[in-house]
C-alpha cells in the first residue's frame, strides 16, 4: 500500500466534516442548556427531552410516520419479492427496459413524485390522509426493495430449488421450505430499510398527508416557533440514530443473505453479487 | 458376480430435444437395464446432462418418450419420478444441518419419527457419516458434503439414482478414492445408478455399461471392455484412451476373415464380423500398450518395424513415448513399463517395435 498524500489526508478530513459535522450539531444543541441554538454551550440538560415526552401531537406525528412506515416497508418489500424474483429467475422479452423503469424511482426527484402523485389523487377524488402518503412511499421504497431482494434471489443456487422438488416436494413446498427460510435476511433487510426511508420522508408525505401528520412533516412545522428548535433537535437526535441503528442492523441481514446463498455456488462458479 | 435382472428400468426412445434452434440431443434411444452402474460419457456440450436431466423431469423432450419401470414419464413432474439426483454443486440446503438435509424428502412420506431418525441413522451410516446429524452444512468438506447428497438422495429409495459429475469437485485423491467407494455403495444397495461424466478413467473404472455420446448422438453403448477393445470408430477410439491409427487397404475378405495390407506394418490377416469389399480402404487401431519397443536384439519371429523415438514422457511406473514409423512421418504411440532392464529411450534414438495380429482393431468409419 502506498502511503496517502498529506494533501488527500486533508481533503478526506474535510469531506467527512461537510458530511457529518451538521448532524453532529444535532446532540450538541439537544443537551444544551438553552432556548437558543448558537455557541457557547450553557450547560447540559435533559429538558428538552422531557418537552418532547409531554407533546401529545408529537406522539400522534410518531404514531401516524410508524403505521405508515410498517404499512409500506411491509407492501414494498412484498412487491420486491415479484420483481427480484422475476428479474433474477425467468426471461422475458424486454426485461432490461423493465427491471430499469422499476428501478427509476430512486433517480427521479420526489418533488416531482410528489406533485405528480397529489394531482393523481384529487383527480381520483381521493381524499388526502395516512393512506395517499402510504402510497407514496411504497412508489420510492419498492425500487430499493427490489435491489436489495435481488442480491438475495440473484445468489440463490437454482439446483438448490431443484433439489428440494427431486426429493418429492412440490413447487409451493420448496419456496415455503427452502426459498423462503433462505432469503429470509434479505426480506429482513428490505424491510428495515424501506422503513426507514419511510419514516425519514418528508416531500412526498408533505405533498400526500392530510391532518395526520408524519414526523418530518410534524418537524418542519415545528421550525416556525423559534423557542421549538432545542426540541427539534433533541428529535432529530432521536431519529438519526434510530435510523443509524435500523440501517446497521439491515446490513448485517443483507450480509448474512449474501453469505448464506453464495454457500452452494463456492465449489462452482462464484460471481460477485450484482444488481440486474 | 451380483445378479444382473436383465429386464430394463429406464427406457429413452427416440428423444430429441431442441434448445431454440440448438439441437441438443437427436434421435437418442438406449435400455437401461434394473441394477446396472451405468454412464453417460462424452465431452461436454454432447447432450449427456440434458439426458440426465430428462430423465429426471428437469427437461422435457421436444420429442420421442422416456419410460421408468414402464411408467411413461411424459408430463410427471420431478417430484412425482422415482428418481433421485446427486447434483454436480450437491445443492446442500445451507439452512438446514446434515440430519435435516439427509431427511428432507422424508417429511412428505407421513412417517413416524422414530422412523425418520432410524433412516436418517441409516443413510448416514451408510455413506459413512454416523456422528455428522447435528453438522451444519457450512462446516462440511467438500467429500462430506456429497456423502450428504448421496445419503439425501439414497433415503428415498428411489429406483433410479442420478449422479450428475458428483466427482469433478474433488481433488484426485479423494476422487479416486470415491469412484471406488460409489462402486461399492452401489453394489450394496443394489439400486440403478446413472452416472454422468466427461471423464473416461471415471466410466471405465465404475460402470457396468457405458453409452459414449457425442455431439446430441450416441456413438456407442457398450462394457467398458468392448469399448476399450472394438470402438466402432476413431471418434470413440481417441476418446477412451489412447489409440494409433493405420492405414489399412483390404486385400481379400470372407466372412470370417480378412487379409490386409497395413501401410508400414504390411501383408496380416484378421478375424472378421462382416464381408469388407476388395480394394476398400479401412482404418486399423492399435492402443500404445499392445506395442512394445524391442531392446533385446534377439528379434525371433516377432513382428517388429524399425522406429525413432521422436518424444517421451515419464510417468514414474510408464514411460509414454511417440515414434516415427520406420522413415516415415506416421507417428506411434507407445507406452512401456519400466521394468528391470527398461532404460527409459531419449529422443533420436532408433529401436525396434514389436506387434502381434491381436493387436490390431478393425475400425469401421461409416
Not at chain 2, 457405458?210 to 453403448?221: P, S
Amino acid at each position: 500500500m502506498q502511503k496517502a498524500s498529506k494533501f488527500l489526508l486533508l481533503y478526506a478530513v474535510l469531506y467527512f466534516l461537510f458530511l457529518y459535522a451538521p448532524i453532529f450539531l444535532l446532540p450538541i444543541f439537544a443537551f444544551n442548556d438553552s432556548a437558543i441554538i448558537s455557541f457557547p454551550l450553557s450547560g447540559v440538560t435533559l429538558d428538552w427531552f422531557f418537552l418532547l415526552w409531554e407533546t401529545e401531537a408529537l406522539h400522534d406525528a410518531l404514531y401516524n410516520s410508524v403505521m405508515i412506515a410498517i404499512i409500506a416497508a411491509t407492501l414494498s418489500t412484498a412487491l420486491g419479492i415479484f420483481a427480484a424474483r422475476a428479474a433474477t429467475r425467468y426471461d422475458f422479452p424486454g426485461k432490461k427496459g423493465i427491471t430499469g423503469f422499476l428501478l427509476l424511482p430512486i433517480v427521479l426527484p420526489e418533488i416531482i413524485v410528489g406533485v405528480a402523485l397529489l394531482v393523481v389523487m384529487v383527480q381520483l377524488g381521493l381524499s388526502l390522509s395516512a393512506w395517499t402518503v402510504v402510497i407514496g412511499h411504497v412508489l420510492i421504497c419498492t425500487p430499493f426493495a427490489i435491489v436489495i431482494l435481488s442480491s438475495a434471489f440473484k445468489s440463490f443456487d437454482m439446483s438448490l430449488e431443484e433439489a428440494s422438488q427431486d426429493l418429492g416436494v412440490g413447487k409451493i413446498g420448496t419456496f415455503f421450505r427452502v426459498i423462503l427460510p433462505m432469503v429470509t435476511p434479505g426480506l429482513i433487510s428490505s424491510f428495515l430499510i424501506a422503513f426507514t426511508i419511510s419514516l425519514d420522508e418528508f416531500i412526498i408525505a408533505f405533498f400526500l398527508t392530510g391532518t395526520d401528520v408524519t414526523l418530518p412533516v410534524y418537524i418542519w412545522g415545528q421550525l416556525r416557533f423559534p423557542a421549538r428548535l432545542p426540541s427539534v433537535m433533541a428529535l432529530g437526535f432521536l431519529m438519526v440514530t434510530l435510523s443509524l441503528i435500523l440501517l446497521a442492523i439491515a446490513e448485517y441481514f443483507r450480509r448474512r443473505s449474501v453469505k448464506y446463498t453464495n454457500i452452494e455456488s463456492q465449489n462452482t462458479t462464484q460471481s460477485e453479487e450484482t444488481i440486474f | 458376480m451380483r445378479p444382473i435382472e436383465k429386464h430394463s428400468i429406464i427406457e429413452i426412445n427416440n428423444v430429441t430435444k431442441d434448445f431454440g434452434s440448438v439441437r441438443a440431443l437427436n434421435g437418442v434411444s438406449m435400455q437401461i437395464k434394473q441394477g446396472e452402474f451405468f454412464s453417460l460419457l462424452g465431452p461436454s456440450g454432447c447432450g449427456k446432462t440434458t439426458l440426465l436431466r430428462m430423465i429426471s423431469g428437469f427437461e422435457t423432450p421436444t420429442s420421442g418418450s422416456i419410460s421408468i419401470a414402464g411408467e411413461s414419464m411424459e408430463d410427471v413432474p420431478p417430484n412425482l419420478r422415482p428418481t433421485n439426483m446427486v447434483f454436480q454443486s450437491y445443492a446442500i440446503f445451507p439452512h438446514l444441518n446434515v440430519a435435516e438435509n439427509v431427511g428432507y424428502g422424508l417429511k412428505k412420506l407421513k412417517l413416524s419419527s422414530d422412523e425418520i431418525e432410524g433412516r436418517i441413522n441409516e443413510a448416514l451410516k451408510l455413506v459413512d457419516l454416523t456422528g455428522y446429524g447435528t453438522r451444519e452444512a457450512h462446516a462440511l468438506s467438500g467429500g462430506q458434503r456429497q456423502r450428504v447428497a448421496l445419503a439425501r438422495a439414497l433415503i428415498m429409495q428411489p429406483k433410479v439414482l442420478l449422479l450428475d459429475e458428483p466427482l469433478s469437485a474433488l481433488d484426485k485423491k479423494l476422487r479416486e478414492a470415491m469412484q471406488v467407494e460409489l462402486r461399492r455403495l452401489q453394489q450394496t444397495v443394489g439400486i440403478t445408478f446413472v452416472l454422468v461424466t466427461h471423464d473416461q478413467e471415471e466410466a471405465l473404472v465404475m460402470s457396468d455399461r457405458i453409452a459414449v455420446m457425442f455431439e446430441g448422438e450416441v456413438a456407442q453403448v457398450d462394457t467398458p471392455e468392448f469399448l476399450y477393445r472394438e470402438p466402432h470408430n476413431k471418434q470413440v477410439a481417441s476418446f477412451i484412451g489412447v489409440m494409433n491409427f493405420v492405414p489399412a487397404r483390404v486385400i481379400k475378405s470372407s466372412l470370417k476373415s480378412v487379409e490386409i495390407e497395413v501401410e508400414t506394418l504390411g501383408v496380416t490377416k484378421l478375424p472378421a464380423k462382416k464381408k469388407y469389399l476388395a480394394g476398400s480402404k479401412i482404418t486399423i487401431g492399435i492402443r500404445p500398450e499392445m506395442l512394445t519397443i524391442v531392446y533385446e536384439k534377439k528379434l525371433k519371429q516377432q513382428k517388429t518395424f524399425e522406429a525413432t523415438v521422436s518424444t517421451r514422457s515419464y510417468f514414474g511406473d510408464m514411460t509414454y513415448y511417440e515414434v516415427l514409423i520406420g522413415n516415415t512421418d506416421i507417428k506411434a504411440n507407445v507406452s512401456m513399463r519400466n521394468t528391470v532392464g527398461r532404460p527409459v529411450l531419449e529422443p533420436g534414438t532408433k529401436t525396434h517395435v514389436a506387434w502381434s495380429n491381436d493387436s490390431l482393431t478393425i475400425i469401421d468409419e461409416n
